[in-house]
């Protein structure tokens, strides 16, 4: 009889180790609260090889991309939907500044398979968008719509009873040497998956988050046609509905965890003004927060004083990317005693 996991939380971290899990034949129970507006939930779901302002190859994505990209096509096929977009995403640089640094990073050889030189001038519709610097065109990335991956894993694992809503409260687990109880049912192991809330949790308490608040817009307006995501200060991603996302902002003090301040909310307009021409209409919003664990790209393992209590979290603003591969390494420690990378194992190294 194989193990049995009970997994706390069903965003994007406790879905991938579901289905991870699942690819290794063992069974596990997902109880989730199934609110309505979660980080995964919000998250535009951007994969992107060149990121942040100082223009460098995100972490390790010669290793993550492709085992993203496998993981969710094989899911795809599984559930007979599409979730993963590989579309080019287009960078256009702020200043003066960023022009002279994409200058040198464009001649390093780790960079050089994520761009694509090939594309025409002008780089996108200089009536539509503001590029006065000039840019790049990036390969080998896009997006995935989260919201319906975590729908449609949903509606599969509880076809096969492997979901149920509810909220696991530190009062209602009692984990032992050997297994962990919860509601008269027996667990091989409890696994957090719990985001940003962690940090409130008793036993998790200590664990350095860093979380920031994240809001995207809903944006009406003329973009030409245009099907790939363009960054200049903001990102905008055209979706296949003819709607836009428009994000994100970053806020590291909040009390409410879905409702931003107006001052970013109007930074974030202040950006898409400098990146878009055309005229715009906000037709909504969703707010969410990213769970950011300082000094981790992510942080997994057995709780050091509860050996049948486990965490997967931090991802991030990279989840996507991420997940599979995290989730992975996870799975290997929890049932073939791999050792976990130095820097993500939460009992330390």
Known sequence: MSSRFLIIGQGLAGTALAWRLHERGHRFLIVDRDEELT???????????????????NWRY??????AVAFYRALEHRLREVFYHEVPIVRLLRDEKAAALWEKRRLQPEV?????????????????????????????????????????????????????????????LTPSASSVLWQGDSFTTAIYCTGWEAAHHPWFDWVPFQSARGTVLNVAADTGGETRIINRGCWLLPRADGSLRVGPTYELSFDDPNKPSPEAVTGLETKLQVLLKSPYTITGSQTGVRPIIKGHHALIGRHPGRPRVAFMNGLGSKGVLRAPWVARQLTEHLLDRAAIETGMDLAGD
């Open 112 to 172: 050089a398979p994520y761009v694509n030189d090939t594309v025409s001038s002008p780089l996108v519709d200089e009536a539509i968008f503001a590029n006065p610097h000039g840019g790049f065109q990036q390969q080998h990335s896009g997006w995935l719509d989260t919201a319906a991956f975590l729908s449609a894993s949903k509606a599969y694992f509880q076809s096969v009873g492997a979901w149920q809503v509810g909220e696991v409260t530190v009062d209602s």
């Open 39 to 57: 980080s995964s939930k919000v998250a535009a779901g951007l994969v992107t090889p060149v990121t942040g302002m100082r223009l460098n190859l």
């Open 62 to 67: 010669d290793q993550l991309y492709p085992e």
